[in-house]
């Protein structure tokens, strides 16, 4: 009997282990997909509903043409989500546009492909934003920490964020409280850094506040300012005086955005052989701003199974 009870009493642990590893993974949710007959637990229209019913761990993927914005509207995000747009380019009609408040539950979260204004309320850490549009100069006391943001445009940002990386993004405008971190391949509308340190590498700037950059390292920037604005500079390979015409191709949103003119000064010109801006280095600038990540837009399961296998059928598509 001993014997009898020691292993049900294994079997019973066994079966919970097993049942823990499945309830634990994450899985793939949708809001707004284009279907009259959703999977239940799947698809969503109303962002708020789906809240409540994702995990940590889950991935969200959005399509905005079945959305309205109260559909898209969320008053906080409290948990470690991917979200997955599709793109913010001036191609892509329309974007994924989302307003919400991080708090310390979002931590390690992800937007892909996502247009967005957000703000923090407490500590908020490890949140990475790609091939977003992405406006965040709302906070309280709270404070952004390890903040990532590559191939971003319109990126207008402000606060305290520190140990902040930009990379390969357009940069509307910045202003910090208190901040620090590296921005590094990037064209700079106007930039504000207040006295704290930053490091700047491979940028072209239009515009930067005189007085609020003496703690900061700049290597191989270009500048539109003359060198006598910046007197006293900390840094090497820095070059002033350059107008836009002389480094980018005329501005074309959609297929030369912030592009280098042939014989531009910028190319090459870079840390390590980069060219200066959004294209240089291993990581550059993507126009559309779409994702990698596939999108599944068929799933279908047939419940008519022999007993032994579930047969399901995933279509997915690639967005470039």
């Known amino acids: 009997m001993l014997k009898y009870l020691v292993s049900h009493r294994k079997r019973l642990l066994l079966l ?38 994702v995990s940590n761990g889950d ?16 008053d906080t995000i409290t948990k470690r989500l991917t979200w997955i747009g599709v793109g913010n380019g001036n191609n892509v009609v329309p974007h994924v546009n989302i307003a919400a408040t991080l708090t310390s539950g979002a931590d390690s979260s992800i937007f892909i492909g996502i247009t967005g204004e957000f703000q923090y309320i407490d500590t908020s850490r490890n949140i990475t934003f790609r091939n977003c549009s992405v406006v965040c100069n709302k906070f309280s006391s709270g404070m952004a920490d ?82 006598t604005t910046f007197p006293n500079i900390t840094g090497m390979n820095n070059k002033f005086g350059l107008p836009f015409s002389s480094v980018f191709m005329a501005n074309d949103y959609i297929n030369y955005y912030y592009s280098l003119k042939s014989g531009s000064p910028a190319i090459g ?52």
């Open 59 to 74: 991935t969200v993927q959005v399509f905005p043409p079945n959305l309205t914005a109260t559909a898209l509207s969320l």
């Open 269 to 320: 010109a870079g840390l390590n052989g980069d060219d200066i801006g959004m294209y240089g280095g291993s990581n550059p600038f993507r126009i559309s701003r779409k994702p990698d990540e596939p999108v599944i837009y068929k799933l279908q399961q047939v419940y008519n199974n022999d007993g032994k296998n579930i047969k399901v059928t995933v279509s997915a598509k690639h967005y470039d």
């Open 146 to 227: 390890h903040w990532y943001f590559w191939s971003c445009d319109d990126l207008d940002i402000g606060g305290r964020l520190t140990n902040l990386t930009i990379e390969n993004s357009f940069i509307y405008q910045a202003y910090f409280f208190q901040a620090s971190g590296i921005i590094k391949n990037c064209v700079i509308q106007n930039l504000d850094l207040r006295g704290y340190p930053f490091l700047l590498q491979n940028n072209y700037l239009f515009n930067m506040y005189s007085v609020t950059y003496l703690s900061s390292t700049f290597q191989n920037n270009f500048f539109s300012q003359a060198e």
């Open 16 to 53: 919970i282990f097993i049942f823990s590893i499945y309830s634990a993974k994450a899985r793939v949710v949708r809001l707004g997909f284009p279907s009259a007959a959703g999977i239940t637990g799947v698809d969503f229209s109303s962002a708020k509903v789906l809240m409540s019913a």
